[in-house]
């Protein structure tokens, strides 16, 4: 069984909101391809946005060592910015 964030996040979807694409992945055998498919690309498109984003904002090491704390902030929030747009883009999609 596929473990992580994203696959969990995606399973549960599933079985709450789409309950007959859930039973058909599952009794097909390719749940787990599906679950895994979709943590992996999740962690990639976060990694992806989140070094973008940071580029565009001109958050770099610099700025982590200059001022850490509006360094951990400010990526805090990119992040979780980028964690939306994936939730929507790839889990409740």
Known sequence: MPQGKYASLRKTYLMQHHYSLYLNLLTQGKLNAHLTEIQETASRRMALI????????????????????????????????????????LIYN
Not at 55 to 61: F, K, L, P, V
Not at 71 to 83: D, I, S
Request: negative net charge; hydrophobic residues 40%.
């Open 50 to 89: 989140t070094t973008q984003m940071m580029a565009a904002e001109g958050i770099n090491e610099a700025l982590k060592a200059k001022d850490p704390m509006r360094w951990t902030g400010l990526v805090n929030n990119l992040q979780r910015t980028a964690e939306e747009q994936i939730l929507q883009e």
